[in-house]
């Protein structure tokens, strides 16, 4: 896609989103109620199971910038001795990096100078990004969740890094699945990344990974989805947008104002509707409360 057609397609993408502070939730005014009270009946079996991948400690080729935890036993003195003693932990950690589960608030992606809403990106060095920061889903997010495996349509185990996913590929999924997208829906598509990393080691995903192509983001804007995840970054590399860095990242958080969530691990879920035979389930998805923050570790549940 070139520089001039992404532009094209942002600038559709952005007549199509309501604009206003009293439009601030975004592609989130499409989960109503009533559509995450009828996603319940997606969980009827009762099976949950984490999306999330666990943290990583230790420093290495796909982590140059791992958590870091501290574990605060009691001490020597108190060791052995009667009475109350507590274990204490701490962790720090870079929310936007390309190895941890997270989600990303709409205040994550500056374009031309501009958040979301054409808010300026002076807002969010203030600490005043208007409503656009992880504060607008303190509540969390519930609704109905779906799950295309792309590497299941095409018979591979995954999809191998620069690869990308088309939206007649999405298409193409729903159809072999036997479901749709729809209005309100949390849409993860599966690439692989997390079952390739495990099975043949780690590799620089910041400069090459599997993930959608810009093209994706209209189809997703016609069918109202709420939520976007991927268990890579969503985002392909190297950009198949020459001059535009993260184009997936920019019409959903910055055109679209949709919440994307970052390398889950989609493995056991896609096991789990493959022998059940349903790709759609209910998701339940609570980031902490970080106030003004742009993102925040978060570990989604699938219940099927």
Do not use: K
């Amino acid at each position: 896609m070139t520089e001039a057609a992404f532009r094209s397609l942002h600038a559709e993408l952005c007549r199509r989103t309501p604009n206003g502070p009293e439009h601030r939730r975004g592609t989130l005014a499409h989960l109503t109620p009533a559509r995450v009270a009828a996603a319940a009946a997606d969980g009827r079996n009762g099976r949950s199971g984490v999306l999330a991948a666990p943290m990583v400690w230790q420093r290495g080729p796909v982590y140059p910038q791992p958590a870091v935890y501290r574990l605060r036993a009691p001490t020597a003195p108190e060791t052995g001795t009667p009475g109350v003693h507590f274990a204490l932990d701490r962790f720090a950690m870079n929310v936007h990096g390309d190895a941890h589960s997270h989600l990303d608030a709409l205040c994550h992606v500056v374009f031309d100078g501009e958040l979301h809403g054409g808010v300026p990106e002076s807002r969010l060095a203030a600490g005043a990004a208007l409503g656009i920061t992880l504060d607008l889903v303190h509540d969390g997010i519930v609704g109905p969740g779906v799950l295309l495996d792309v590497p299941r349509l095409r018979g591979v185990p995954w999809l191998e890094p620069g690869d990308f996913v088309g939206a007649e590929e999405l298409a193409a999924a729903e159809e072999a699945q036997g479901v749709r997208i729809g209005p309100g829906d949390l849409l993860l598509v599966r690439v692989g990344h997390r079952r390739r990393r495990r099975e043949s080691g780690a590799w620089d995903a910041a400069h090459a990974r599997a993930g959608l192509h810009p093209a994706c983001m209209r189809l997703l804007a016609e069918r109202q989805v709420a939520v976007l995840g991927s268990d890579g970054n969503n985002d392909t590399a190297p950009s198949p947008v020459p001059g535009v860095s993260f184009p997936v990242h920019v019409l959903a958080l910055h055109a679209l104002g949709m919440h994307l969530m970052d390398y889950l691990d989609l493995d056991e879920l896609a096991h789990a509707c493959a022998e059940l035979g349903r790709w759609r389930f209910l998701c339940t998805v609570a980031p902490l409360r970080l106030p003004g923050a742009t993102g925040s570790p978060v570990n989604p549940i699938a219940v099927l």
